[in-house]
Every structure is written in structure tokens, then in C-alpha cells.
């Protein structure tokens, strides 16, 4: 899934910082506090796990809040495996982010291109 996201941009902190900030914005009063080792290479890596973690406990407490989510986030539901593995969760993740990305490449795009 993560082919989607160029290479050049998954390791650019300031377009993961971006990304976290509209990841923040979307999620509201379930966003966690993200953690990072510091490692440039594992920044995308690290959210997509922390990502799968509080997308397995939204839907283990309130699984029509994850609909909400992806309806907020623009995640069709059909692009949503409803298996309860773990590493559905792991790729649902990805997807999120890869939205969440392509959110934060079109405005900074089209803010460049206003310049």
C-alpha cells in the first residue's frame, strides 16, 4: 500500500509533520500524543503502527466511530477489509495515511502553484 506514497516524500519530516498535524485534525479528541524515535527512515513507519493502535481501539470500543472516521478521513468503506486482523489494521492504517498525505501534497501544491 505504501507504494502509493512517493519515496522522496516519506522520509521528508516536514511533510510528516504535515501530515500528523492533518492525522491530529481528523482524528479530534481521539488523536493521540504521536511519538517518534527521531529517525528520519522510520518516521512513516512509526505512525502507521501508532496509527493501527488507536484504529484497533476505536473499533474494538465503538465501531461505528471508525465509519465516522473514515468518512472524515475519505476512506470508503468498500477499501475497508472487515477482518479483525491484526494487520488489517496495520494496512487500513496505511490507507489513512496515504490519504492524509495526498491532503497535505495537494494543498501545499496548489499554495505553490497560488505563489
Known sequence: MTDLIPEKYRDD????RLTVEQ??????????EFLFSGQKTTMFEELAI?????????RKS??????????????????????????????LA????QREFQKV??????SEKGK
Not at 501508532?50 to 476505536?58: D, P, S, T, W, Y
Not at 501534497?105 to 496548489?110: E, I, K, P, S, V
Open 23 to 32: 492525522l491530529i485534525k481528523d482524528l479530534g479528541s481521539l488523536s493521540p
Open 62 to 91: 465503538n465501531p461505528a466511530l471508525l465509519r465516522v472516521l473514515l468518512y472524515k478521513v475519505d476512506i470508503r468503506e468498500s477499501e475497508v477489509s472487515g477482518s479483525a486482523d491484526p494487520n488489517s489494521l496495520k494496512i
Open 105 to 110: 501534497l495537494t494543498r501545499r501544491f496548489f
Open 94 to 97: 496505511e490507507k489513512i495515511l
Open 50 to 58: 501508532q496509527v493501527a493502535e488507536v484504529l484497533g481501539k476505536i
Open 13 to 16: 519530516e516536514e511533510i510528516i
